[in-house]
């Protein structure tokens, strides 16, 4: 199948500081992709939708100067989490879509302290 | 009311004993329906899509009530890999973007 990896898996930072995600597809096109996060022992919570070379859809709630997102080609998609704080530590994990389905990356843990 | 809503267990079940899961979905636009599975600390894996007429994939069986609103997973003969968290998912109005419940908690025993 489809593979979307997503880097890095886990990451400790202090508080303030910038968190970049990456979410790259590897065989395929993807024409979209979502963003979600999932804070334990909640659903997984879709964050925002980016379509390549436009800018994100962001949902409810989400803070789109605090969570930046970038989908400057097909391929590849970053989030960014900007002066990041205690409460942004969670489950933060991208899939992508070609069109048909979309395929999960394999998540970061982010831990701000 | 949460778009999606299962039971979060847990279900401490003994190997080969069956198990049932359910789920409401509150959006009766909605139309493509999805148990996922996911482990601790990883991401979450596609178990099967559910059809309107019921579909199986070996030990598992989903089935679709759309007047209702309601998806079931039926998993039989438990194994103890099947010890899992399992979300029920349902898309949203974008397109390929989901709408997960928190997931039912599965413990299959020795």
């Known amino acids: 199948g489809a593979v979307v990896s997503q880097h890095p898996s886990w990451v400790i930072c202090k508080s303030g500081t910038s968190v970049k995600i990456e979410c790259r597809s590897l065989d395929f096109q993807a024409t979209t992709m979502f963003w979600y996060r999932q804070f334990p022992k909640q659903s997984l919570m879709l964050m925002a939708t980016s379509n390549e070379g436009s800018k994100a859809t962001y949902e409810q709630g989400v803070e789109k100067d605090k969570f930046l997102i970038n989908h400057a080609s097909l391929t590849l998609s970053t989030l960014t989490v900007t002066s990041a704080h205690p409460e942004d530590s969670s489950f933060y994990i991208c899939s992508a879509s070609g069109g048909q389905d979309a395929f999960f990356g394999q998540g970061t843990r982010l831990t701000v302290v | 009311r949460k778009e999606v809503e299962q039971d979060p267990g847990p279900f401490n079940v003994p190997e080969g004993a069956t198990v049932a899961f359910n789920c409401t979905y509150s959006?009766?636009?909605?139309?493509?329906f999805f148990w996922y599975r996911q482990d601790c600390r990883k991401e979450p894996k596609l178990l099967m899509s559910v059809y309107s007429s019921g579909n199986e994939d070996g030990r598992f069986t989903a089935q679709l009530n759309r007047a209702s609103q309601y998806i079931s997973l039926l998993i039989r003969d438990s194994k103890l890999s099947d010890s899992a968290t399992y979300l029920c998912v349902v898309n949203s109005n974008s397109g390929y973007a989901l709408n997960f419940g928190k997931g039912t908690s599965l413990l299959v025993t020795p």
């Open positions: 959006n009766s636009a909605s139309q493509s």
